[in-house]
């Protein structure tokens, strides 16, 4: 038998490049692709639906005899159908129309399996298949339903159940690859024998979509088994078939090939920017973990998303960056404390299956922020004092942090006044405060009736969200 297969094909997300791929399968039972010069019957072996309906699809370049007009409503000689699966774009192309090339699934026969000829991994599975209600089509009634089991090469298994079918003459929330495909008696008591059929939207290629669960993206797929359920049918009586036409496998994400280089960072008193060069080969995404210094370092888990804030062992998630962004901050750091930092590059998106992380050799960086080097004890403010505003003596203080020894006293003289003063007074949490070392600000000894008068609109002064600010 020869077998063309069905090929998906997926805008990437990001740059993870990964796509619907085709797999070669074995297991088709029936031919029921009219195609090429002679009747119907000569080129098919079986029906659609139940035979006393008796139709079948029909290709492009079908001919009853040389001289017949060649049918309006069909599919396309080379079996290519373009279409998109959830506004993506891709490609269907079915299997040999001179051989079998669907599985075909009754009352009688209800279990079909399709094998792969070569294994593969997948992370989700787009199926084109159709349920074909007894004809005339009751479509008061419901749609055949199947189950699915994916069955991988270490024994075990995967089975989605309970997928309601949509009928070949039903065209439904855009769940098919192409409408309008046209259909062919083989002879019947209600249509002659080459009688050509369809509309601009019916017969139609439904289609189902299969997601392989995370924990099984790293096993090799060998077969699908679908069952008609004895019990469901959701009522569409006798002479319902089910038809399985093609298979195609979306990717698990690729291992990225390097991971980046050159991390550099700029510290701050309780936080480290970091930068890195993009890793050759242009990965989708980086993850970022923070670790205190010397800790035991925990590797990232393919197929599990990460979240910022997030506990890995011991380290902490810093970010999650999209390509080509190589820049990260992490905030609420100790003042003068060395961290370690790992950057993994990983693949993901839409198109595959992932994260899948490269988790040999990851980035490497430390990174120590700045110590509390601002000055402790009491620190003048006014005319001749260490500083002449409070907006200095802040500016300095906002940056270096209070004194490791203790607590700092901006103290004001009594010829202090706000006549200079930068509004409003900002005072932030720069991570040197603490309940041993605070910050207050108070009049010097003898200072009387001193007063602070903003010339704006808001605050006198505002607390960036600092605390132990007295």
């Keep these: 038998m020869k077998i063309i297969t069905l090929m998906v094909f997926l805008m990437a997300f990001g740059l993870a490049r990964a796509q619907y791929q085709p797999v070669a399968l074995t297991g088709f039972t029936d031919d029921v692709i009219a195609n090429g010069l002679g009747d119907a019957t000569s080129s098919t072996t079986n029906s659609i639906g139940k035979a006393d309906s008796n139709w079948a699809l029909v290709a492009a370049d079908f001919k009853a005899t040389p001289t017949s007009t060649p049918p309006v409503r069909s599919l396309p000689v080379n079996g290519v159908i373009n279409s998109s699966w959830a506004s993506i774009p891709f490609s269907f192309q079915l299997a040999d129309y001179s051989a079998p090339n669907s599985l075909r699934l009754t009352e009688a026969s209800p279990v079909g399996t399709l094998t792969f000829v070569t294994p593969r991994s997948a992370s989700g599975l787009v199926i084109g298949m159709l349920g074909s209600h007894p004809d005339p089509p009751p479509m008061s009634q419901g749609r055949p339903v199947v189950d699915i089991e994916v069955n991988f090469t270490d024994g075990s298994s995967q089975t989605v159940g309970n997928i309601a079918l949509h009928s070949w003459y039903v065209t439904l929330n855009n769940t098919y690859a192409m409408a309008g495909i046209g259909r062919v008696s083989r002879g019947s008591s209600y249509n002659p024998l080459n009688e050509l059929s369809g509309t601009a939207t019916v017969p139609c290629l439904p289609m189902v979509s299969v997601s392989i669960t995370p924990e099984h993206y790293g096993k090799l797929i060998k077969s699908i088994t679908v069952k008609r359920p004895a019990s469901i049918d959701m009522g569409v009586g006798a002479g319902a078939v089910v038809h399985v036409l093609a298979v195609s496998a979306k990717a698990v994400c690729a291992v990225p090939d390097n991971q980046p280089t050159a991390l550099t960072f700029t510290p701050a008193l309780n936080s480290l920017s970091g930068t890195f060069t993009a890793a050759v080969g242009n990965p989708s995404n980086y993850l970022v973990v923070r670790y205190p210094s010397g800790a035991v370092v925990t590797p990232p888990d393919n197929y599990t998303l990460y979240t910022v804030g997030q506990t890995l062992g011991a380290g902490t998630v810093v970010a999650t960056l999209t390509a080509p962004n190589t820049s990260f901050t992490s905030s609420g750091l100790n003042a003068g404390t060395a961290y370690d930092f790992y950057v993994y590059a990983y693949n993901t998106g839409s198109a595959c299956g992932g994260p899948t992380y490269l988790l040999t050799a990851p980035l490497k960086g430390a990174g120590t922020t700045i110590a509390c080097t601002g000055g402790s004890g009491i620190i003048s403010v006014g005319p001749g004092g260490a500083y002449t505003t409070l907006t200095d003596a802040l500016s300095v203080i906002n940056v270096n942090g209070v004194g490791i020894t203790g607590s700092a006293v901006l103290e004001l003289k009594p010829d202090y006044t706000s006549t200079n003063e930068v ?48």
């Design 423 to 470: 509004f409003p007074i900002i005072i932030k949490d720069n991570g040197c405060y603490s309940a041993t070392r605070t910050l207050s600000i108070r009049p010097a000894a003898g200072a009387n009736g001193l007063t602070i008068t903003g010339n704006n609109a808001g605050p006198t002064i505002a607390l960036a969200s600092a605390s132990y600010v007295e």
